[in-house]
């Protein structure tokens, strides 16, 4: 009985010994998603953008500087390869794949490949990517002498990011694809993410000032500080913004997701003593627009809004996206209270949106007063862009202090 | 300022005169990295040097501009926090200053810097003025929202300055209210908070111009008035600099500062120095200061001409010293 005893005992301690043992000799060198190719990302964390590039590709390297990569992808990407290398003290072990949305938590797809080597490649048969807009998790584990796992993020996009944000960066991915997930055609993605910005919190308040924030409109072209911007949502501030700052970090995120939209500068015949016009009542971004009293007109001498890059001049039907404001009524006249975003189901052509009808005192569109012209005259006290028909804003990785 | 930094800064100064690439400030050639250096030793503000708020320092960096040339940028935070109001912490500063190679480009980019939804008959998007009323800079633009009551789109302030080679943009920002809220609610920006953003401003400006025109270096000359003896100094460009306070109290007033603002009487007028100012004011007269009253040492550095002729003397050398004297 002493010697069973004797044995038992002597059996665990040599199990417990083993455990670490084993343990500490198993280590990831690298699981990576060598194929597809990924689209080239930066972090958007500093500049020159040559020291802010994420290494490729996605996944883990342990070799890197920063081992963790994250993927980019157009929707319905397949044929996905992983190429892995542990340490460990046995042969053979189980890679266990487990993909899931990161916005919803739901387990997108899953696989086990049972005795596989400690290095080699395996071919993710069966994985196509969703075909909206999201962000997914990887998780790849490995199951030797003991178990150990590594994740990283790989964003779902509608096609490659368009310039200004190429390669597309990081921090800004993380903000639009949540705001435009689950949508995968332009008309979807752009309003759900012309809506994603109006309805982000911590997010932009507009400034009763009406003065632009975060552009540095010393440069050429306009420079915006996205960096500096996100840096402070991240904190969980709020930022002031006006059509400007918005209007540009709109179009940052279309750009992102793989939609060529620029902005527009838009006014019309201003009044000759306050060089303002004036708007019908909206609610400015920053306010709850469901209760009435977040609604009052505003005077402007210009107003900057989203469009498709190299969109028509007015009278153009061309489409129009303004996340600075919510409209109360759409232009028929109907409920909507949401910011203006063109869609075949609720369309919002530049033209009408401007004013409908064009007369004074219209109720719906933007302008309430003067009578607005559909074209875009020069002002000559207006500096810089304004003859411009559509343009785009670089970006900055430059921080705050 | 104390004895440490006027040592580092008679160092630095030397050093940039000492070196030749680039002429950014007052025609004096400087290497680039050197002006950095002084950008971020010098001209950003230190901790509590507008009370109350904290910094983590300022960063410079080099921005090519649209007009093909590059500036020198100043960044700099200053934070407030713990006063345990609901909106007010932290109350942000924040400071762009910009350094650029000519006067008609740093007006231009000041004006740029005031872009906004609306535009004003000079070109700007914000109206002339200061947040205090007073004169900063050769010209200034100021917003603030004035409401009796908290509310939307209220917590912001944006004052730009120009002078000379530098435009510079002062915000005060204020949080919401309650910042998880549907509907973003702020405080009206306090004018004690106004006051020391513009502070912010009036000190970067007269750093700026301490660099600029080397200051420590600067020979020093005999002035007398009212039978004292001060010590003045004397500009490359032959401007006199006369020590305000220390004048006045020697011709029997008192002068006092709060925060940027001098101020004295002299023969019942009240008379007024706001540092970084081109202009000081005598009753209602304006009279115009060929360089920015200056602040170091605890004193304002006035351009003499001015004062004499604001306080109705004159100034004049005689036997090898100034002579502040009735006219």
């Known amino acids: ?401 | 300022m104390h004895m440490v930094s006027l040592v580092l800064l008679s160092l630095a100064t030397f050093a940039f005169m000492s070196t030749i690439r680039i002429n950014l400030l007052e025609g004096q050639p400087m290497d680039e990295e050197q002006a950095m250096k002084l950008m971020k030793e010098f001209v950003a503000l230190e901790p509590n040097e507008v009370p109350g708020f904290d910094t983590k320092g300022g960063v410079i960096s080099r921005t090519a501009t649209k007009w093909g040339v590059m500036s020198l940028d100043l960044l700099q935070r200053l934070r407030r926090t713990g006063t345990g109001i609901p909106g007010l912490d932290p109350t942000d500063i924040v400071i762009k200053a910009f350094l650029l190679p000519n006067r008609d480009i740093a007006y231009q980019a000041a004006v740029l810097l005031t872009t906004s939804q609306r535009i004003y008959p000079d070109g700007a998007g914000m109206p002339q003025g200061s947040w205090t009323g007073l004169p900063i800079g050769e010209k200034s633009w100021a917003t603030v929202a004035k409401a009796e009551k908290p509310g939307p789109g209220l917590g912001s302030s944006v004052l730009v300055v120009w002078d000379k080679k530098i435009a510079l943009r002062v915000e005060v920002h204020y949080q919401p209210i309650d910042p998880k809220a549907k509907t973003a609610i702020f405080l009206p920006v306090q004018d004690e908070d106004l006051e020391l953003g513009e502070l912010a401003a009036r000190l970067i400006l007269i750093k700026a111009n301490l660099v600029l025109l080397g200051w420590r270096d600067l020979p020093k000359v005999r002035l007398v008035a009212n039978r004292r003896t001060f010590e003045a100094k004397k500009t490359k460009d032959g401007l006199i600099l006369a020590p305000a306070k220390a004048l006045l109290e020697g011709l029997g007033e008192k002068a006092e500062r709060k925060l940027g603002i001098f101020s004295a009487s002299w023969k019942g007028k009240k008379i007024i120095l706001p540092i970084g100012s081109r202009v000081m004011l005598v009753g209602k007269e304006r009279y115009p200061l060929s360089l920015p009253i200056l602040f170091e040492g605890g004193e304002a550095w006035i351009d003499g001409a001015g004062l004499a002729k604001g306080l109705g003397l004159a100034l004049r050398w005689e036997k090898g010293q100034l002579v502040l004297a009735k006219r």
């Open chain 1, 1 to 401: 009985m002493r010697a069973k005893s004797l044995i038992i005992a002597l059996s665990i301690v040599t199990f417990l010994l083993t455990i670490p043992s084993l343990s500490f000799a198993q280590r990831w060198h690298y699981a990576l998603l060598t194929e597809p190719s990924s689209y080239q990302l930066r972090w958007g964390e500093r500049e020159p953008p040559s020291e802010d590039m994420v290494s490729m590709p996605p996944g883990l390297d342990t070799s890197r500087t920063i081992p963790f990569s994250p993927g980019c992808y157009k929707i319905g990407t397949s044929g996905f390869v992983l190429s892995y290398k542990v340490e460990d003290s046995i042969l053979r072990g189980v890679i266990d794949v487990v993909v899931w949305d990161e916005v919803t938590g739901e387990t997108f797809w899953n696989q086990t490949y049972n005795r596989v080597p400690k290095e080699g490649k395996i071919s993710l048969v069966g994985l196509v990517l969703p075909s909206y807009i999201t962000i997914l998790r990887f998780q790849v584990s490995w199951a030797g002498s003991g178990t150990m796992f590594t994740r990283f993020s790989v964003f779902v996009v509608l096609d490659a990011p368009k310039a200004p944000m190429e390669p597309a960066w990081v921090n800004l991915l993380r903000y639009s694809c949540r705001w435009g997930r689950g949508t995968s055609n332009l008309e979807d993605a752009a309003q759900a993410i012309t809506f994603g910005v109006f309805f982000q919190r911590p997010g932009f308040a507009y400034p009763s000032d009406t003065n632009t924030y975060w552009v540095n409109t010393l440069t050429n072209p306009p420079s915006f500080m996205l960096k500096a911007l996100l840096d402070e949502w991240n904190a969980g501030r709020w930022t002031d913004g006006n059509c400007v700052n918005v209007s540009c970090l709109t179009m940052l995120a279309l750009c992102r997701v793989g939609l060529d939209f620029s902005t527009r500068q838009l006014t019309g015949t201003v009044d000759p003593f306050t060089l303002n016009f004036r708007t019908n009542p909206i609610c400015l971004i920053g306010s709850d627009p469901t209760i009435d009293q977040t609604y009052s007109p505003w005077d402007w001498t210009y107003h900057q809004v989203c469009v498709l890059s190299n969109a028509l001049l007015p009278p153009s039907n061309t489409g129009l996206w303004d996340p600075k404001a919510a409209q109360k009524e759409d232009l028929n006249g109907n409920g909507y209270r949401n910011p203006p975003a063109h869609h075949p189901s609720h369309l919002w052509p530049e033209f009408d949106y401007w004013q409908k009808p064009r007369m004074q005192g219209a109720s719906l569109g933007l302008v309430n007063s003067p009578l607005q012209e559909p074209t875009y005259p020069q002002h000559p006290n207006v500096p810089g862009f304004w003859s411009l028909g559509t343009w785009k804003c670089s970006v900055s990785a430059n921080p705050w202090p």
